[in-house]
T-cell receptor
Framework: EPEVTQTPSHQVTQMGQEVILRCVPI?????FYWYRQILGQKVEFLVSFYNNEISEKSEIFDDQFSVERPDGSNFTLKIRSTKLEDSAMYFC????????????FGEGSRLTVL | AQSVTQLGSHVSVSEGALVLLRCNYSSSVPPYLFWYVQYPNQGLQLLLK????ATLVKGINGFEAEFKKSETSFHLTKPSAHMSDAAEYFCAVSRPDSNYQLIWGAGTKLIIKP
């Protein structure tokens, strides 16, 4: 069964360092998302991406964050200068079409900022 | 604006007992509603969804949910709990005005007592 894959599963980094989280969405999907879940808190929307550009972003997605689809398969989330409060589980998701169809999630990348 | 409220951060039931996880939503447009499950150290998996068809929706693993517009509710039920149902359950509403991104409830951790 096709699935969304994310790497790394866990990354520990020092405050101020750059981090890139990688996602491989399901191959025929066109809409891509990043969500995050701080430990013990709600899942929060970060950004949606379609047709090689950001379609929407939340207040959380400030200038420290960026997304890219560099090669037609990977979908990356970059945090330029990590802060302690960026520690969270980051989920990538993809969807085949627009509309209320199912979002397929990866297993998440846990980021720990020290 | 859409929002989701899940009553009870933790629900504990005995194995074999009825499971009831509550979800209320607010939405300025007809909602699309989802329940996702997160098993320990895993990603988010769709249990079921309501997208304006039948109000009683059946999902995987014996779960079902009923959309009640008058009560703005979408409670999740299962007649007989199994130990393997222990997980965190998230209710979410989809924003059709925003690329159908999901707005999440805070989650309910389901604990199954032997």
């Amino acid at each position: 069964e096709p699935e969304v894959t994310q790497t790394p599963s866990h990354q520990v980094t020092q405050m101020g360092q750059e981090v890139i989280l990688r996602c491989v969405p399901i191959s025929n999907h066109l809409y891509f998302y990043w969500y995050r879940q701080i430990l013990g808190q709600k899942v929060e929307f970060l950004v949606s991406f379609y047709n090689n550009e950001i379609s929407e972003k939340s207040e959380i997605f400030d200038d420290q964050f960026s997304v890219e689809r560099p090669d037609g398969s990977n979908f990356t989330l970059k945090i330029r200068s990590t802060k302690l409060e960026d520690s969270a589980m980051y989920f990538c998701a993809s969807r085949e079409t627009t509309g209320p169809g199912e979002l397929f999630f990866g297993e998440g990348s846990r980021l720990t900022v020290l | 604006a859409q929002s989701v409220t899940q009553l009870g951060s933790h629900v504990s039931v005995s194995e074999g007992a009825l499971v009831l996880l509550r979800c209320n939503y607010s939405s300025s447009v007809p909602p699309y509603l989802f329940w996702y499950v997160q098993y320990p150290n895993q990603g988010l998996q769709l249990l079921l969804k309501y997208t304006s068809a039948a109000t009683l929706v059946k999902g995987i693993n014996g779960f079902e949910a009923e959309f009640k517009k008058s009560e703005t509710s979408f409670h999740l039920t299962k007649p007989s709990a199994h130990m393997s149902d222990a997980a965190e359950y998230f209710c979410a509403v989809s924003r059709p005005d925003s690329n159908y991104q999901l707005i999440w409830g805070a989650g309910t951790k389901l604990i199954i007592k032997p």
